[in-house]
């Protein structure tokens, strides 16, 4: 066997370790050290491979686990990730970076258009507050 492919299954391997077992937090919030995985595998194998490990990941976490489709947000921040790295180069960390403040500013342009009832609770505490 190619100590290539061994390498890889043993990312694979250790990647769905750290997906399944996360490290829990309170108020049900938990941390996962499989990202770190998947970063380390875009680094080492490249995109294509990054993106069917975390398919394969997801995928068996998502069918014996809890079900969420969250899980696939996981896909989508490889996706990005992986081909901002290999069309830009620089580092990982600074497309983690981009990709965690895109995220943030997509969920709060979505929280402040799309559900008005904040926006109406904002406007009703700065103006009669």
């Given amino acids: 066997m190619n100590k290539r492919f061994l390498l890889y299954l043993i990312f694979l391997t250790i990647a769905i370790i750290f997906h399944v077992f996360t490290i829990p937090l309170i108020f049900g919030v938990s941390i996962s050290f499989a990202p770190i995985f998947y970063l380390a595998i875009i680094r080492l194998f490249g995109l294509r491979y990054a993106l069917v490990a975390t398919l394969i990941i997801n995928g068996i976490s998502y069918t014996f686990q809890f079900n969420e489709a969250f899980y696939f947000l996981n896909v989508i921040e490889v996706l990005v ?49």
């Fill in 81 to 129: 990730i992986g081909s901002l790295y290999k069309k830009k180069g620089k580092d990982l960390f600074t497309w983690s970076f981009v990709y965690c403040f895109l995220l943030i500013l997509y969920f709060m342009i979505y929280q402040f258009l799309f559900q008005w009832t904040y926006l109406v609770n904002l406007l009703i505490l700065l103006f009669f507050n």
